[in-house]
């Protein structure tokens, strides 16, 4: 472990870990030690009692994969969806709240499975929901975001249902040494063993494991936290081969880059030369930079008949893939990061000082011929992601979400366009942020779709997402743990969180976050003074 901050860190998340014992205790911890990537179940936050309420005449998208049952009654009680059916046939509760839905779409609340929370408690998570994000995986254990897993289950925060991360665990030197954002550099299979131990102590709901693993402390992590019985997700450390660490149980792989190297009829070679690879510890740039002719390679390598049996093994392994596409287009074609985007309002400038800081720190030192190659490669990115879900692997949408032009919230709508571009139909897309996440978080049987007895997670559609993907945007209400946000409620909400941002003043003191992925780290007064 690193830096001053960390110290700082540890206490932090002392307190965060008894707070998560006393919920454990109430009976809102994690249902089981197995389900450690969890999401809350539903817990105080939810809607336990109250007559509840009935959305009648809508459309219900079946996201099992069946067609949309029109003119649908779904009553909605205790936190729950309690019944579903024919708006002819369903009684409605004498006490219930009607509200009539007509020509509206339901489909179930969506998950972003890869996001990067900025420590603003009155932005991130509204933003999320009235997007209809009901449930994030944050993908760096920042120690804010214990509590405010914790408050929202708890009710005492408007927002998502969380699983978070670990600190990040990385090798020593790592990608993060001298940059105080809290993670683990471990340098044996000892220290790899005891940051698994003290990331469960802190309340992670799993380890996320980092490029510069070496293979033996990365399988140090994959065999402690198989006896701690917390999950694993992250990058495929640079040493480690893509299968190797689906058999050794990585559950989940962020990105496109190894899984591309493990596709390409080069390997070895591609291998050799990561290996070779000097980097300076702390230099993420250094990193992307110098993996580009890997990435060029390996896209330009594609062998089908090796990728048939990567992607078979990835499916035994259910090892599932988030390519996070929305992440790789800002960076790999800057120049289509809107800075006049209207959605934009919904954040504060501080937020923006910084992604313009990590843009510029991401594309430092790019050629013309470099940048033209990124260009190249975003699209070869989607060809990929397409031969891995005709493979049968699952993916999830994850976004990058409060990374540099990845807005939280509505990121997850702009991942989903991304999944269609390559190749998708709009009901695949809708799973990859639904069915898929539910089955990942140990929960197919509490989200993911709209049927009797699931959590009470929905998002209530203008239009029909099946015919273009793009009307997810189009939100008229959600409901999260049971409560009917409506569509005039959420506009007041949206205004709040405007108001919010307006207003927001960076506080020196909070902790830096940033991209653990792509290293655009808040450069704040913190993270300028603390050097190792
Ligand atoms: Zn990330």
Known sequence: MSTELSRRT????????????????????????????????????????????ALTHATVVDTTGGPSRPDQTVIVRGGRIATVGRSAEVPLPRDATVVDLTGKFVIPGLADMHVHSEDMEQIYPPLYVLNGVTTVREMSGYPFLGPWRDRADTGDLFGPRWSVASQIVDGNPSLWSGIPLPHF????????????????????????????LTRETFHAVLDEARRQHITVAGHCPDNVALTEAADAGLRSVEHVMSSWYATSSREAEIRRAIASMVIEP?????????????????????????????????????????????????????ETADRTDERLKYLPAATLEYWQWGMQMYTDGRTPQESARERVLVEHRARFVGNLRRAGV????????????????????????????????????????????????GAQHTMGTVQ?????????????????????????????????????????????????????????AATPTGCACTGAARPTPIAAGVRR
Not at 24 to 50: E, H, K, M, N
Not at 298 to 312: E, M, T
Not at 485 to 503: G, N
């Open 185 to 212: 550099e471990v340098k044996d299979a000892a220290e790899a063993r005891q940051a698994v131990r003290q990331a469960k102590a802190d309340g992670a709901d799993f380890i996320k494991v980092y490029t510069r």
């Open 10 to 53: 540890v206490l932090r998340a002392g307190l965060a870990a008894g707070a998560v014992g006393a919920a454990g205790a109430a009976g809102l911890g994690p249902a089981g030690s197995a389900a450690a990537a969890r999401v809350g179940p539903a817990g105080r936050g939810d809607a336990a009692s109250g007559r509840g309420f």
């Open 394 to 441: 699952p993916v999830m949408a994850g976004t990058e979400a409060g990374t540099p032009f990845c807005l939280p919230g509505f990121a997850l709508h702009d991942e989903l366009a991304e999944l269609v571009g390559a190749g998708f139909t709009p009901m695949q897309a809708l799973q990859a942020a639904t069915v898929e996440p539910a089955r990942f978080l």
């Open 282 to 334: 702390g230099d993420y740039n250094g990193w992307f930079h110098k993996s580009l002719p890997q990435d060029w390679t390996a896209a330009h390598s594609y062998d089908p008949r090796k990728a048939d049996r990567v992607f078979a093994r990835l499916v035994a392994d259910d090892c599932r893939q988030v390519p996070t596409l929305t992440m790789h287009r800002v960076f790999g074609m800057p």
């Open 452 to 508: 009797p007895g699931r959590l009470a997670d929905l998002v209530v559609l203008d239009a029909d997402p099946l015919r273009d993907i793009r009307h997810t945007r189009r939100i008229h209400a959600v409901v999260t743990r049971g409560r009917l946000i409506s569509a005039d409620q959420r506009r007041t909400m949206l205004a709040a969180v405007e108001a919010a941002a307006q207003a927001f003043t960076p506080d020196p």
